[in-house]
């Protein structure tokens, strides 16, 4: 593990939730490679993916099977463009939310490209095939807190995004009994989110084991620099360790504020959010508040600025 008192750089991507009509676009203008790059994805897929993400319409890009490959292949355009103006510095480290790991284990030469859209692809597919159930997000209680709140009403926490901002899932009336007693035990906000399933559940058993032949047959190679896993916060580079954490994920809560905080002790000080949106970005500062956080927008917004 790195020495914690040299100062390190994370490149973070991002998961569902992040998308919107139109993300990306002007990274056409500085990166002349990436027209082929979208065209060779929509040829992986076998439909206009590139269209979908600069045109819409919104609903259509709000489906799980479109959503997760246009957030990975938007999040590989920002890290195209950026390295190409020699504007991004190298990682020492990776990480993902959910999601995001599929980006972040392309960057690390661990999957191929073409190999994770078509995986995000099928698991988009079985996971809104697998849809039901609920999540709701918590905010202002502990983690700890949440975490009886979901026990006491039989759902199960999905994400820890921040100390006190936290997730359950499951099914819909377990998560609508954990939102009411976390209004009744002192939560600031309490409310369902716009999701297709109970994400990070054990309801998603059947798409994990779905996945886990998948990847399988998928190539993986070691990383050239260690992912941190969402599951456990370990940093991982061997192929068969990476392939367990794409399954285990599925099912498993992310531990946001674990990975966070394992980057920082291992001397992280700036962290680069490269994908659509600043989710990220705002976790990290609820989660680290002595890092630098920068994202891919607000650095190419300062290109178009400066052009």
Request: proline fraction near 5%; glycine fraction near 10%; include cysteine.
């Amino acid at each position: 593990m790195a020495n914690p008192n040299q100062e390190k750089v994370a490149w973070i991507f991002p998961g569902q939730g992040s998308q919107r009509v139109g993300m990306g676009r002007e990274l056409i203008q500085f990166d002349p490679e990436l027209p082929a790059l979208y065209a060779a994805a929509d040829d992986t897929l076998g439909f206009p993916l590139s269209d979908i993400i600069f045109g819409g319409p919104e609903p259509a890009l709000q489906r799980t099977p479109v959503q997760q490959p246009a957030i990975l292949m938007t999040s590989i355009a920002y890290l195209h463009a950026l390295r190409n103006r020699g504007l991004l510095p190298d990682a020492d480290y990776v990480a993902g939310h959910s999601l995001g790991e599929y980006a972040a284990m392309v960057t690390t030469g661990s999957i191929d490209f073409h190999d994770a859209l078509r995986l995000v692809r099928r698991r988009g597919e079985l996971m809104q095939e697998h849809g039901a159930g609920a999540m709701a997000a918590i905010l202002g209680l502990a983690a700890e807190d949440v975490a009886a709140i979901a026990r006491d009403a039989g759902a199960e926490v999905a994400n820890f995004n921040t100390p006190v901002q936290t997730t359950v899932s499951g099914k819909v009336a377990a998560v609508e009994r954990a939102i009411a007693l976390a209004k009744e035990r002192g939560a600031k906000r309490a409310l369902l989110l716009p999701v297709s399933g109970a994400f990070h559940s054990t309801l998603m058993a059947p798409v994990a084991d779905a996945m886990r032949l998948l990847i399988d047959n998928t190539t993986v190679q070691a990383g050239r620099v260690p992912l941190v896993a969402d599951v456990d916060a370990r940093f991982l580079t061997d192929p068969s360790d990476l392939r367990n954490e794409l399954v285990d994920q599925i099912c498993g809560s992310v531990r946001w504020v674990d990975v966070v905080g394992a980057l920082v002790g291992s001397g992280v000080t700036t962290f680069y959010e490269i994908g659509p949106g600043q989710v990220l970005s705002g976790l990290i500062g609820r989660c680290a508040t002595e890092v630098t956080v920068i994202t891919a927008e607000h650095m190419v917004a300062d290109l178009i600025t400066a052009a």
